[in-house]
């Protein structure tokens, strides 16, 4: 499957952004999905995942309550709303994907290319 990651930006803090991730190539719905983020010298860490169906989620707890991860089989897509963004979300934000549910990136053989979040104090 192949994977293009969209919707970074500039934002001040308190702010919104969605990330979009557009799948091509095998069957999506086959494809548990994520989103990592890499700050500059710190390690790709797990922000947000979800299942095949979509009907179960995980968010890193520097997340939870802030962004909403989200998935559309049919149209071979995956969102994360990102709300009430704060300067340390800055990062470079990638899709993933597996299939199954992984923390660790080494686990996801599928990658988007990143979209660069930076959110401004």
């Known amino acids: 499957v192949q994977l293009q990651a969209s919707g970074g930006g500039l934002v001040q803090a308190g702010g919104s952004l969605t990330l979009s991730c557009a799948a091509s190539?095998?069957?999506?719905?086959?494809?548990?999905m994520a989103w990592f983020r890499q700050a500059p010298g710190k390690e790709r860490a797990l922000v947000a995942a979800?299942?095949?169906?979509?009907?179960?989620?995980y968010y890193a707890d520097s997340v939870k309550g802030r962004f909403t991860i989200s998935r559309e089989n049919a149209k071979n897509t995956m969102s994360l709303q990102m709300n009430s963004l704060k300067p340390e979300d800055t990062a470079v934000y990638y899709c993933?994907?597996?299939?199954?549910?992984?923390?660790?990136?080494?686990?996801?053989?599928?990658w988007g290319q990143g979209t660069q979040v930076t959110v401004s104090s």
């Open positions: 993933a994907a597996e299939d199954s549910v992984f923390t660790t990136p080494g686990n996801y053989d599928y």
């Open positions: 190539g095998r069957t999506f719905a086959k494809y548990a």
């Open positions: 979800i299942n095949r169906s979509g009907g179960s989620t």
